[in-house]
């Protein structure tokens, strides 16, 4: 049985530019995020994997076409009720890390809370520095810290305020393969032990085998799904896709 989506879209389209620079960057795509899962989105570049998750995440408008996070339309929001959303429901972790350079790992943990003036469930916090292995790193400034502990930050960070959704975008692209294989384990952890829903951008078939379902983009439409992914699999979708664009 499927779980109820956490974030769905209908009938999504965006357009980048007008005339000769217009680019249909997603073309009428019907899309769900089941609760309490992880999604990886692939697809060859371009192919809109980032405009999809900009545009449920709310960080970018539709040209039309309709996103719900929970039961709420994204379209009905004011720029501050979106603002709030991003905030409190939703968690970000990029490929660039974006880090506050002068708050403590802890500080950076806890600052989407600060700014909404909530204080931190300490269960809650307790279990995700365990899960991040920061304990001893807590009051060091990113500067101090590997790349790989950074990202370990920033994905705290994002879980710190219980979100509906965390967003990954290429997560691990500016990792190594031990501190890759630290942060998806950790993305993993965070739905299968903190119940989080999880969806992820990624161009390496290692990392989305640690989905439960893969989405594959090719030119701004849905054209494949994969559940129970082993990377060999993605792999061999990946190759088709890659043939049938060129
Ligand atoms: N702000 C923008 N203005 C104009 N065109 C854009 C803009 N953002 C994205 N595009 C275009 O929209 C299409 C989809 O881009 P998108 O970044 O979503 O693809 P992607 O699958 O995430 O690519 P990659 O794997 O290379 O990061 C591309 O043709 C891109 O050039």
Redesign the pocket.
């Given at each position: 049985m499927q779980n109820q989506p956490a974030a769905r879209a209908r009938a999504l389209t965006?357009v980048?530019?007008d005339g000769d620079?217009r680019?249909?960057?997603?073309s009428s795509v019907d899309v769900e995020f089941y609760s309490g899962r992880f999604t990886a989105i692939m697809?060859?570049?371009?192919?809109?994997?980032?405009?999809?998750?900009?545009c449920v995440a709310g960080l970018d408008a539709p040209t039309s076409g309709e996103v719900f996070l929970g039961d709420a339309e994204l379209a009905d929001m004011t720029d501050n009720q979106l603002t709030a959303l991003r905030r409190d429901r939703v968690g970000f972790v990029f490929q660039a890390f974006n880090l506050l350079p002068t708050l403590t790992a802890w500080e950076n943990i806890t600052l989407p809370l600060d700014l909404a003036g909530r204080e931190p469930d300490r269960e809650l916090a307790d279990a995700i520095v365990d899960a991040v292995g920061l304990r001893d790193r807590l009051h060091h400034r990113p500067a101090q810290l590997s790349g790989g502990q950074q990202q370990r930050v920033a994905c705290a960070r994002a879980l710190i305020t219980n979100p509906d959704v965390v967003f990954a975008?290429?997560p691990t692209g500016a990792l190594d393969s031990r501190s890759s294989a630290d942060l998806l384990d950790l993305l993993r952890t965070s739905v299968d032990r903190f119940g989080r829903t999880v969806v992820m951008?990624t161009?390496e078939p290692a990392a989305a085998a640690y989905a439960d379902r893969v989405l594959f983009?090719a030119d701004?439409r849905l054209v494949d799904e994969l559940t129970a992914p082993t990377a060999d699999r993605v792999l061999d979708r990946m190759k088709h896709l890659e043939r049938v664009a060129v």
């Open positions: 965006k980048y530019g620079s680019v249909v960057a997603l697809g060859p570049s371009g192919s809109g994997k980032s405009t999809l998750m900009h975008d290429e951008v161009h983009l701004g």
